[in-house]
């Protein structure tokens, strides 16, 4: 089917009418070696199996206990998927998301922040209801009300969801110091790394001292600042290399690298093969 994640985006915003696609049982996500941008609006239920990935650079799966949510843009990488993987999933536009005026909505903020959610059983069966039921809502064609049921039920699933993350706010242990500057900083990356690729800045972002910064982030993960910043810049870079028609020119001035030559150098330092060698390689 749409087996790359901008041909779903594509297709999804190419038909205003008909702005949300159903993810059935056979439809299956590729493994990838690279990562893409998912701009649409998602949410995905395991049927059966695993399924590992990272959302913007962080460890997440889909499996019986774990369901994955995207109301914002993320970069999305899929690692491992078992044989007998199967999910559903209700996709849609972003224009359609507004529509609903769940954008407003607080739950809207947190999934940001956790797009994999864990869920029990009673709430995954619950969800799976839902989906089953507006599955069957879309194949009613005479119901001249057919827009506006569907459209109630996915607020009313995503009203669901909310409680399901305000339980798991509940239930999850508070963030260590170190847990919560990290993800401060993850965030802060999140939206400056195409204009920001100095530790100083971050660390003046958080008022922190540039030392007392560096030493907490490589604690915390393991990592340098600047190792977590580059991987940004990077990620970023492969998406755009393997998902658009976009010159390195381009892409180098859209990451705001001063020319090309420098951006090149900057991406084979740290990926270990040019621009153009990604590009085309499979």
Not at 112 to 132: G, H, M, N, W
């Amino acid at each position: 089917m749409y087996n790359t994640f901008p041909k779903i985006s594509e297709f999804i915003d190419s038909n205003e009418g008909h702005s949300f696609l159903i993810w059935k049982e056979e439809d299956l996500f590729p493994v990838l070696s690279y990562p893409a941008r998912i701009n649409f609006i998602a949410i995905f239920i395991s049927i059966e199996g695993v399924m590992e990935n990272e959302i913007n650079l962080q460890p997440a799966l889909i499996d019986d206990t774990h369901i994955q949510v995207y109301t914002h843009s993320h970069a999305a990488r899929i690692l491992r998927r078992s044989d007998n993987f199967k999910c559903v999933g209700i996709l849609f536009s972003r224009k359609y998301w507004e529509s609903t005026m769940l954008h407003t909505h607080p739950f809207n903020a947190l999934t940001r922040l956790r797009p994999c959610i864990e869920v029990t059983s009673a709430q995954r069966k619950r969800l799976l209801d839902f989906y089953k039921i507006i599955r069957s809502q879309t194949q009613d064609k005479g119901n001249e009300y057919n827009n506006e049921i569907i459209k109630h039920l996915i607020i009313g699933m995503f009203y669901e969801l909310g409680d399901i993350y305000k339980e798991n706010i509940k239930k999850t242990p508070k963030d260590t110091a170190g847990e919560a500057l990290m993800s401060n900083f993850l965030e802060l990356i999140y939206k400056h790394y195409k204009e920001h690729r100095d530790v100083a800045f971050y660390a003046r972002e958080l008022s922190l001292s540039q030392r007392y910064f560096t030493t907490a982030i490589r604690r915390a993960s393991g990592e340098s600042a600047l190792k977590w910043i580059e991987k940004y810049v990077i990620l970023e870079a492969q998406i755009l290399l393997k998902n658009t028609d976009m010159s390195i020119k381009e892409i180098a001035s859209s990451l705001n690298f001063s020319d090309t030559s420098v951006f090149c150098k900057y991406f084979k330092r740290i990926s270990g093969m040019s621009p153009d060698t990604y590009r085309y390689c499979k």
